[in-house]
């Protein structure tokens, strides 16, 4: 059965920090390179880290330097360090596979507050 569960966001002042984190089925993750998402109001869902199997990482430049994606492969977990939030990552946060499946988990409500 395909799970992705995406606990974790919030509100916090910029500046501030979140940990987000995403369990995902088995079958999903042990293979995959997994993917945090984010889809800001108005705008197309973006990737914004990926990490694969191996622990490899990339970030788009609008994250890099303040954000760490890393993986527990024994818990099936995807993690997200967001740290020096802004205003302007404020999005509803997915995780996925990378390149991403057709179903999407209900992510979860990153608000950053100036």
């Known amino acids: 059965q395909v799970q992705l569960v995406e606990p974790g966001g919030g509100l916090v002042q910029a500046g501030?920090?979140?940990?987000?984190?995403?369990?995902?089925?088995?079958?999903?993750?042990?293979?995959?390179?997994?993917?945090?998402?984010?889809?800001?109001?108005?705008?197309?869902?973006?990737?914004?880290?990926?990490?694969?199997?191996?622990?490899?990482?990339?970030?788009?430049?609008?994250?890099?330097?303040?954000?760490?994606?890393?993986?527990?492969?024994?818990?099936?977990?995807?993690?997200l360090q967001m740290n020096s939030l802004k205003v302007e990552d404020t999005a509803v946060y997915y995780c996925n596979t990378y390149p991403e499946m057709d179903y999407w988990g209900q992510g979860t409500q990153v608000t950053v507050s100036s």
């Open 16 to 79: 501030g920090s979140l940990r987000l984190s995403c369990a995902a089925s088995r079958s999903i993750f042990r293979f995959n390179t997994m993917g945090w998402y984010r889809q800001a109001p108005g705008k197309q869902r973006e990737l914004a880290a990926r990490i694969s199997v191996g622990g490899s990482t990339n970030y788009s430049d609008s994250v890099k330097g303040r954000f760490t994606i890393s993986r527990d492969n024994a818990k099936n977990t995807v993690y």
